[in-house]
């Protein structure tokens, strides 16, 4: 009598331990580029420069200067904000999109294609590894930000809200980095992502409050991920308040940026 249901149920079993198996896999192979990726960051001195010592830079400037005017009653909490937001564009965008592309001239891309790892791997792989930089690099800016004479409060609310907003923006930006790097020529992919750190450095949102450009920007730079995650950065840091729209906006770029690297990302 129990002959009949015992054949369906074992394949479906199989099937799911296999799934399991399946996805712990998956979860190896990101786990050991994510561990490749953050070494290669930490020993090449050219982006030590550009993800460390530009946004040290910054905050020192901000605080230490009016050349650009900051919210609150002091300059500290909105200069941390901007120099974390150049840090995520600097890490997860430029030069996470001059290396792919240059690992695609190189054929290291291409010998990536041939393991199981793909590209949503080797994208979960930059994000772990991105994280893991961003994470020293938030200490290295908050013991700046103390040595410069802030001095922060306890509060669980903003360090969660700092934290969503930085892995969202991470994402983003990763995501984006994936598309322009794995698309055009190193070339290129060089002169736009430094083109565009710069632009957003200056006019994009990052270090300089939306309240301070001029003309229709202010609403333009306010959907792009640099305008969303620094402006939510700052208010969260100076009004305690979570910006729910720039969290929607670096959601959907993480997402539309995501889905359109997995279509049009050339491993060669």
Same mark, same amino acid.
Do not use: C, Y
């Given at each position: 009598m129990?002959?009949?249901?015992?054949?369906?149920?074992?394949?479906?079993?199989?099937?799911?331990?296999?799934?399991?198996?399946?996805?712990?896999?998956?979860?190896?192979?990101?786990?050991?580029?994510?561990?490749?990726?953050?070494?290669?960051?930490?020993r090449?001195?050219?982006?030590?420069?550009?993800?460390?010592?530009?946004?040290?830079?910054?905050?020192?400037l901000?605080?230490?200067?009016?050349?650009?005017?900051?919210p609150?009653?002091?300059?500290?909490?909105a200069?941390?904000?901007?120099?974390?937001?150049?840090?995520?564009?600097?890490?997860?965008?430029?030069?996470?999109?001059?290396?792919?592309?240059?690992?695609?001239?190189?054929?290291v891309?291409?010998?990536?294609?041939?393991?199981p &790892?793909? +590209?949503? @791997?080797? #994208?979960? /792989?930059?994000?772990? *590894? =991105?994280?893991? %930089? !961003?994470?020293?690099?938030? $200490?290295?800016?908050?013991?700046?930000?103390?040595v410069?004479?802030?001095?922060?409060?306890?509060?669980?609310?903003?360090?969660?809200?700092?934290?969503?907003?930085?892995a969202?923006?991470?994402?983003?930006?990763?995501?984006?980095?994936?598309?322009?790097?794995?698309?055009?020529?190193p070339?290129?992919?060089?002169?736009?992502?430094?083109?565009?750190?710069?632009?957003?450095?200056?006019?994009?949102?990052? &270090?300089? +409050?939306? @309240?301070? #450009?001029? /003309?229709?920007?202010? *609403? =333009?730079?306010? %959907? !792009?991920?640099?305008?969303? $995650?620094?402006?939510?950065?700052?208010?969260?840091?100076?009004?305690g308040?979570?910006?729910?729209?720039?969290?929607?906006?670096?959601?959907?770029?993480a997402?539309?940026?995501?889905?359109?690297?997995?279509?049009?990302?050339?491993?060669?």
């Amino acid at each position: 009598m129990s002959t009949p249901s015992a054949p369906v149920r074992e394949p479906t079993n199989r099937r799911s331990r296999h799934g399991g198996s399946g996805r712990r896999l998956a979860a190896r192979r990101a786990l050991a580029q994510m561990r490749f990726e953050t070494a290669a960051v930490l020993r090449n001195g050219e982006q030590l420069l550009l993800t460390f010592v530009m946004p040290v830079i910054a905050l020192v400037l901000l605080v230490g200067t009016e050349v650009v005017a900051l919210p609150g009653e002091t300059r500290h909490p909105a200069a941390l904000a901007g120099a974390l937001a150049l840090a995520v564009a600097s890490t997860a965008f430029t030069s996470q999109a001059i290396a792919v592309a240059f690992d695609r001239r190189w054929g290291v891309m291409r010998m990536l294609a041939t393991t199981p &790892l793909g +590209p949503r @791997g080797l #994208l979960a /792989g930059k994000l772990g *590894a =991105v994280l893991a %930089v !961003l994470a020293v690099q938030v $200490l290295v800016l908050a013991l700046t930000a103390v040595v410069l004479g802030w001095r922060p409060g306890l509060d669980p609310g903003a360090v969660a809200g700092t934290a969503l907003l930085l892995a969202l923006g991470s994402a983003a930006f990763v995501a984006l980095a994936m598309l322009v790097g794995g698309t055009l020529r190193p070339e290129a992919v060089l002169a736009v992502a430094n083109l565009l750190w710069v632009l957003m450095a200056a006019g994009g949102g990052l &270090l300089t +409050p939306l @309240g301070a #450009l001029p /003309g229709p920007l202010p *609403a =333009v730079v306010a %959907v !792009l991920p640099s305008g969303a $995650l620094g402006e939510g950065l700052r208010t969260l840091a100076t009004a305690g308040t979570l910006d729910l729209g720039a969290v929607a906006v670096l959601g959907l770029w993480a997402v539309v940026g995501g889905t359109l690297a997995a279509r049009w990302f050339r491993w060669d």
